[in-house]
């Protein structure tokens, strides 16, 4: 994780760098919120990076002693089947159509769109 953190450290680094050149000589505020955001976006998944760094530094991929079979096992749960994301995809395709056609289209996808989130929050719950 240190790698991934410092590699979003120095993205965000230099879209701060090239905003702050930027913006003050330009009067484009497409061109000066696509580098805002881009810094922004940049910067939220350094911070995330860092933080999941500092919360497993015990692991054997930060050791520089570590043994291959030191990382062995399993790594997370990850779902066998699903047909969730299918109903989120399509759900979101359609609400962005609705974006362009219409209110009643946007409406539509956001019907569908629902379902398929609260099926991957609440897919594995046991209770």
């Given at each position: 994780?240190?790698?991934?953190?410092?590699?979003?450290?120095?993205?965000?680094?230099?879209?701060?760098?090239?905003?702050?050149c930027?913006?003050?000589?330009?009067e484009?505020?497409?061109?000066?919120?696509?580098?805002?955001?881009?810094?922004?976006?940049?910067?939220?998944?350094?911070?995330?990076?860092?933080?999941?760094?500092?919360r497993?530094?015990?692991g054997?991929?930060?050791?520089?002693?570590?043994?291959?079979?030191?990382?062995?096992?399993?790594l997370?749960?990850?779902?066998?089947?699903?047909?969730?994301?299918?109903?989120?995809?399509?759900g979101?395709?359609?609400?962005?159509?609705?974006?362009?056609?219409?209110l009643?289209?946007?409406?539509i996808g956001?019907?569908?769109?629902?379902?398929?989130?609260?099926?991957?929050v609440?897919?594995?719950?046991?209770?």
């Open positions: 994780m240190k790698v991934e953190a410092l590699i979003f450290t120095g993205v965000a680094a230099f879209f701060a760098v090239v905003s702050a930027y913006i003050p000589f330009s484009d505020a497409a061109g000066n919120t696509a580098l805002l955001v881009s810094f922004l976006m940049s910067a939220l998944i350094a911070v995330f990076l860092w933080v999941q760094y500092a497993n530094v015990g054997p991929q930060g050791r520089k002693d570590a043994d291959v079979h030191e990382g062995a096992g399993p997370a749960f990850f779902s066998p089947r699903s047909y969730y994301p299918v109903f989120t995809a399509l979101t395709a359609v609400a962005g159509l609705g974006v362009i056609f219409g009643w289209l946007f409406l956001i019907g569908i769109t629902a379902p398929g989130v609260a099926g991957f609440f897919q594995h719950n046991d209770r």
